[in-house]
């Protein structure tokens, strides 16, 4: 675990903890058992949660709404995957998930997220359906070594498609429902400590000016990730800023504030440096497997490779972006490749389990591509090239060393799998423009498994309480998608356990 105060990183302007405000410039006092700073997933579970279970909780949010994006939410072994019949194998998952994470994880809250994640999922299920939605699991995983990824990926469309904000939407309608406070365009800026050292409040920037809040049974910080802050992602996640792109909403709310108070109060961070949720989705949405050049016209990977492995490959490539290399006959290949590999970016991400494989969203996306000017095609690979920002020469060797590689059922170049090496013959040629996009830095604050902020010693400290993007400990170097949308999984999970572990300290101080 790394500390605020390492001499070393004494440089950054957030470790220097600001003076607490003037108390005579208080303009307003609030009162609740726990506060819940911000209100997307992390923060909404645990507030419902936390009323349910018969603590009053505040919410203060920083924009003028709840926060959702996105579309999957992946746990294992739900109440809707036992009625399809589906069972996960949770040892096989946790043998998976920390191979892909490099070994750099805290296993302890892996099994609690294993473990507890079907619980809390079923606890939203029914709070899901109850506002309209129609939750299903969605048939899109990579199947086989060596980045096998597990069904659990639910999503909750209302008609038809699969927008993740739908879900916070009804966890906000259900905390309206149970009469919780939530202030938006309140945000929270500094925590409290008592004199015995314990998290009991934290000042807020109200429309009138400083809001005080005494939080009788501590704080739960629900920030999300600090992609939004440059500094902090110089500091702990330098390859955040060489992506082509941040796609997280509500732009500029996301900078770290919850990761700051964490530091300012003696918490510790659980990574050096952070790992980083990027997809390659800046430009185009689809890529598959087939030929990858760079605008050097070289090829520079094993194009089999799950969605971040995709994603990482490209963004270490000369400014940042490569092409996708189609032949007129992608869309069946892509549909054959299904047996081998996939996943998002290469399968149908809005598949609902259960439902034929089409290539339909295959032939959608390219189209898109085509339309939004992000793909160009031409009917001879000469006149491709000439339409592509790459070196033609060079482009034009690679396609026909390609070529051999796939007549021959051998890549001695990246060693892809031959089941998986589809000539590029038939025209037209398409080649669609891939650069990675980042979506959240998933690293940060140090946790037990009861979501107890800890310091550097992993003790808690007292009163402070972390969930969702403002946590680390459960990936390596990169996001992993073991199970798909299991960053959802986890704001959902941490938030769930956080009300728990608060409700006890209530009932244990009665
Ligand atoms: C485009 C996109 C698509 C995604 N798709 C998926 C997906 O399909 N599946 C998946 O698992 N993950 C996905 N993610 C990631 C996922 O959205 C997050 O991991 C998850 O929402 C984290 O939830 P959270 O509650 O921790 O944080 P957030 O949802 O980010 O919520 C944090 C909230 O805190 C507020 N806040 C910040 N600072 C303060 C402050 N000082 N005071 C008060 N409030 C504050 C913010 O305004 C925000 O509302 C996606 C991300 C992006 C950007």
Sequence with gaps: MYEAAEKDKAKWSFQIVPDAPDESKVAETLECEALVVGAGLGGLSAACRLKELGVTPLVLEKSGSYSGRGGHFGVPNSSLMVEY???NDLEEVARQWIVMSGNDIDQELLWTFLKRSKEAMDWLLPITVADGLAPRLVDCIYPIAPYREFYGAHSFPPKGNIRGSYVPKALYNYAQKMGIECRFKTPVTQLIKDASGRVCGAYAKGENGIIRIDAKYGVVLATGDIGGD???????????????????????CNTGDGHKMALWAGAAMAEEVFPLMMHPQHYAWCNYFFLFVNKYGKRFMNEDSYVQGRATSIMRQPDGYCYSILAGDYAENVQDSLKYGGGIFWGNAGLRYGDPKTIESSYVSVERALNEGHAVKADTIEELADKMEVDKEGFLKTFAQYNE???EGRDTQFGKRKELLYPLEKGPFIAVKIGTALLEVVGGVSIDCSMRALDKNRQPVAGLFAVGDTTGGLYGHEYVTTILGNSHGRALTWGYIAAETIAADKNGAK
């Design 85 to 87: 019949g589906l069972k």
């Design 230 to 252: 440059e500094e902090m992602c110089r500091a702990y996640a330098p390859d955040a800023l060489r992506t082509l792109a941040s796609q997280y909403i509500p732009v500029g």
């Design 405 to 407: 590689f796939c007549k």
